[in-house]
């Protein structure tokens, strides 16, 4: 199963009717940034989808710093702009791969089973010479028929009952940075460290310049899990675990889940305890 695109075939793809492209483009530092760059310059006929606006709901007190969007909305959102359980979905960003990553496992999680990540993002696109536009795109509304794939995401009750079971069979997978996952800085959550029990696989290194690395590099970064343990991934807020989550699947891996809250909802629990320094 192919989870990624290239843009040597996304570029003869701009004239099918039949294809969707979406605009990820975010600064986490400047979340306006993505919509102005979208109005700049895009890749043709895409649409622009806000990471914070559309690909997640307000924040709360529980829930992280990006929470699931409302699924019914999110449904409305790409019914808006043609997409159907037919169409083919391309997601790119700049080329950082979370952010079209976010894009790519909610539309999977809602039942969509035909959407790809653009390799090496915009930045790829046109350092290659491929068109750009500043054109928004028309297109007539469809209907989607939604299927919600509940074994893709893991709840903080399930994740906190995994912590205190300490059971063999399911593992955390931190996909932070090594230095906030062994608690050394933290520049975002008022806490620093990490899930007790969770192993460190940095999320960058799925990736090679933009380009998600292949099957069997994923399979090399993953040689020390149980193919058979259920896999659970989470990183500051659950967008940059979303890379994690599609090399898990690169690599072969079957039960792979997604904490959405991660560990920005792990601590607004102020009983939870929290990890410093390398796993046992």
């Not at 760059?37 to 710093?65: C, M, N, W």
């Not at 390799?119 to 028929?145: C, H, I, R």
């Not at 955390?172 to 062994?182: C, H, K, N, P």
Request: charged share 25%.
């Amino acid at each position: 199963m192919n989870f990624v695109v290239n843009k040597e075939w996304v570029v003869e793809q701009l004239h099918n009717e039949n294809v969707r492209i979406i605009d990820c483009r975010f600064a986490l530092g400047d979340p306006e940034e993505g919509g102005r760059l979208y109005t700049e310059s895009h890749i043709p006929r895409a649409f622009y989808f806000d990471l914070e606006k559309q690909l997640s709901a307000p924040v709360k007190k529980h829930g992280g710093r990006h929470p699931l969007p409302d699924m019914a909305q999110f449904k409305r959102e790409i019914e808006k702009v043609g997409i159907d359980n037919t169409t083919t979905v391309i997601a790119y960003d700049g080329g950082e791969g979370q952010f079209a990553s976010r894009f790519w496992w909610l539309l999977t999680y809602i039942g969509h089973d035909k959407v790809y990540v653009l390799n090496e993002g915009f930045k790829g696109w046109v350092e290659a010479g491929y068109p750009t536009s500043s054109e928004v795109p028309e297109v007539k509304p469809a209907l989607f028929v939604e299927d919600i794939q509940e074994d893709m995401l893991a709840s903080y009750e399930e994740v906190k009952q995994i912590v205190a079971q300490k059971s063999p069979s399911s593992i955390l997978i931190d996909s932070r940075d090594e230095s906030r996952y062994l608690g050394e800085v933290e520049p975002i959550d008022r806490i620093a460290g990490h899930i007790p029990g969770a192993l460190n696989k940095c999320w960058l290194e799925g990736l090679d310049q933009g380009a998600f690395k292949d099957n069997e590099e994923q399979k090399k970064r993953f040689t020390d899990l149980n193919e058979e343990a259920e896999i659970i991934v989470y990183c500051g807020s659950g967008v940059t675990a979303t890379p994690n989550y599609i090399a898990l699947k690169m690599a072969g891996f079957k039960n792979v889940r997604l904490y959405a809250g991660s560990y920005s909802d792990w601590i607004s629990y102020h009983e939870n305890p929290v990890s410093k320094g390398k796993e046992n």
